[in-house]
């Protein structure tokens, strides 16, 4: 058998999964661009993880099997992670559907590097070995960093205050997992067919878990800001709990600091709709085009933030879309 065949059959099970999770996804909010970019970071993680194992085998006295067990899950489950981290971190993430896909492409481009490094290093592989790296352990590799995505991103969702100390189990369940699979308890065909029927089914439940509640989301915060929204509009805000908190905040703030507190809510929540508009859009299956005006609503969006400064915008919290998924949204719409 060619080399080519054997790095596809090594390779096809992870990129045909990781193209799986992306049809699935109703909402196509991850470009194909950053899927792209997300393998090629897989890709260097792998090679700095390869210079690690190296580097630690040879300079230190580990018994390879033992490594092989405890310390390499630990170095590239980690590395693997850092990643998807940095993105639900940054509010890049907005469901467990996006950390699942940008977890499982960091584990593609892992897999890819892995498998031509062996492809390179054992030039007498049975066409059994491939069938297993392909199915078993790439998969395994995508796996892992899609289960931490999905636990980091749902824990965060909770409880966002702390993301490092809240992410930790999420990167501990991934190491077990991985350590657990190199133990090599069964067999490496019962491993490959059980990951092949475990995985699918875990990645469908956390699928339509994550597009119920975004559907409950969209609901319920399409109807509040709308109605919020019109009634600024309107010029009834001093009828609602909103224009009474605002006026009891003259007090302490200048009127003039007072009426850009009013705008910002309103930017707020005209921005809030139109990401949420987006959103059910694509649900629906429509192109959605990109407003040349939108770049223009963040400037002034930024302007407001700097006009009322750190306290006026402390006292805005209890208006403000701030939790992770609000702020999430507006990432998704200024992007």
């Not at 995985?199 to 994550?210: A, G, I, K, N, R």
């Not at 009474?244 to 003039?256: I, T, V």
Request: charged share 15%.
């Amino acid at each position: 058998m060619s080399a080519i065949s054997e790095l596809a059959i090594s390779l096809l099970p992870v990129l045909i999964f990781l193209l799986a999770l992306i049809f699935l996804d109703s909402y196509k909010l991850i470009t194909l661009r950053a899927v792209l970019l997300t393998v090629f970071i897989g890709c260097v993680v792998a090679g700095v993880c390869l210079f690690l194992n190296t580097f630690f085998l040879t300079n230190f006295e580990i018994d390879s099997r033992l490594y092989s067990r405890y310390c390499s899950p630990i170095v590239e489950e980690v590395l693997k992670a850092l990643y998807v981290f940095y993105l639900i971190r940054a509010k890049k993430t907005g469901f467990m559907v996006d950390a699942a896909i940008y977890g499982f492409a960091i584990g593609a481009g892992f897999a890819l590097v892995e498998n031509v490094y062996y492809l390179r290093s054992l030039s007498d592989a049975t066409i059994l070995l491939w069938i297993v790296r392909g199915f078993g352990t790439a998969l395994m590799h995508g796996g892992t960093t899609a289960i931490f995505g999905i636990l980091a991103q749902s824990r965060s969702e909770r409880q966002p205050s702390n993301i490092m100390v809240i992410s930790a189990p999420a990167f501990l369940g991934a190491i077990a997992i991985h350590s657990l699979f190199n133990h090599f308890l069964l067999p490496p065909i019962m491993t490959t067919v059980a990951l092949l029927v475990v995985l699918p089914f875990l990645v469908l439940v956390v699928f339509e878990q994550s597009e119920r509640a975004t559907r409950k989301w969209l609901g319920i915060g399409f109807d509040t800001d709308m109605d919020l929204l019109e009634t600024i509009n309107s010029g009834r805000i001093s009828e609602t709990r909103a224009g009474l908190y605002l006026e009891s905040l003259k007090s302490h703030f200048p009127g003039e600091v007072v009426a850009d507190m009013l705008c910002l809510l309103r930017l707020h929540l005209e921005l809030a709709v139109r990401a949420k508009g987006i959103l059910l859009m694509r649900q629906s299956g429509f192109r959605v085009h990109t407003d040349p005006e939108i770049k223009d609503r963040f400037v002034e969006l930024r302007y407001l933030e700097n006009s009322i400064g750190k306290t006026g915008r402390l006292a805005m919290l209890p208006f403000l879309h701030t939790s992770r998924r609000d702020l999430w949204q507006l990432y998704m719409l200024g992007k």
